[in-house]
């Protein structure tokens, strides 16, 4: 998609120099569209296009969770995790 500018050596790889912003965020667009966020859904101010943060060691409790919307009842419309 041309977030990057070259196909540079791991250390350099992700520098600021060797990333289009421009790119990132039409990226970024794409892929909150692709997930179901309106494309008027604005980004936040600070890191907008952030997708993946890896700044710091976390685990997940469970490795994966199915949520899904109650469809009857007096709950109809509701969040619910599976």
Same mark, same amino acid.
């Given at each position: 998609?041309?977030? *990057?500018?070259?196909?540079? $050596?791991?250390?350099?790889?992700?520098? &600021?120099?060797?990333? /289009?912003?421009?790119?990132?965020? !039409?990226?970024?667009r794409?892929?909150?569209?692709?997930?179901? *966020?309106?494309?008027?859904? $604005?980004?936040?101010?600070?890191?907008? &296009?952030?997708?993946? /943060?890896?700044?710091?060691?976390? !685990?997940c409790?469970?490795?994966?969770?199915?949520?899904?919307?109650?469809?009857?009842?007096?709950?109809?419309?509701?969040?619910?995790?599976?």
């Amino acid at each position: 998609k041309g977030v *990057l500018r070259a196909d540079l $050596p791991s250390a350099e790889l992700l520098t &600021a120099a060797n990333l /289009d912003e421009d790119a990132l965020m !039409r990226l970024a667009r794409q892929v909150a569209t692709i997930v179901g *966020l309106p494309e008027s859904t $604005p980004f936040c101010d600070v890191h907008p &296009a952030k997708l993946f /943060d890896f700044s710091s060691r976390a !685990r997940c409790a469970a490795p994966f969770r199915v949520l899904g919307v109650k469809g009857a009842g007096p709950g109809r419309g509701s969040a619910l995790a599976v």
